[in-house]
């Protein structure tokens, strides 16, 4: 039972985005329920997919942080549909479950590299509240990340910082695939 705040539209041959989410529910394996929700003005969905593959599927830094990035931002933020993706498509991109199981510890785990940390510091700290990073967190991405990278890696908080409102206020539910990825991790609540 869902409590999905409202109905996906049916998706017809005849919609705008028939074939686009075709695509995706064949890459993917699954229709996906915010997708299908951003169909309703298919202009916005149409430009956030653009905006979702040139983020994270583009540009210098590694797929696999920026999924990482998204999963401890968005359970920062307590977006569990956007936390159930970026675990999903983190294992897709080969992050070993025990580093997602870790991703709370990444300040003290040996799984994560000087590099991730601070790349997660930030993710952590611009998903409980943007306002929140600091100087020092700058200062530290400038050790490993140049100017373009770190630009890059502040986009891709922002996009999940999109996502996780939109899927939290539409309480948009999670599919089965992404759900049970999730709910195989061992996360502790983190103050959550």
Not at 9 to 22: A, K, M, R, T, W
Not at 43 to 71: C, N
Not at 115 to 139: C, F, H, Y
């Amino acid at each position: 039972m869902t409590n999905q705040r409202i109905k996906a539209p049916e998706i017809h041959e005849d919609h705008p985005l028939y074939s686009n989410l075709n695509s995706v529910n064949e890459q993917m394996g699954f229709a996906l329920n915010d997708a299908k929700l951003m169909a309703y003005v298919p202009d916005i969905a149409k430009a956030f997919a653009k905006l979702t593959h040139e983020t994270t599927h583009k540009g210098q830094v590694e797929k696999s942080l920026k999924r990482m990035m998204g999963l401890i931002s968005s359970l920062s933020a307590g977006c569990r549909y956007c936390a159930s993706h970026t675990s999903y498509t983190a294992t897709k991109y080969g992050v070993d479950k025990s580093k997602l199981d870790a991703i709370w510890e990444f300040e003290k785990s040996d799984l994560f590299t000087l590099k991730e940390r601070a790349a997660l510091r930030l993710a952590l700290q611009s998903g409980m509240m943007p306002n929140q990073v600091d100087a020092k967190t700058i200062l530290d991405l400038q050790l490993y990340y140049s100017d373009a990278e770190i630009v890059e890696l502040v986009s891709v908080l922002s996009l999940y910082g999109y996502l996780n409102r939109f899927n939290q206020t539409l309480n948009t539910e999670v599919e089965a695939e992404p759900a049970e990825v999730f709910n195989s991790l061992n996360l502790e609540t983190h103050g959550k």
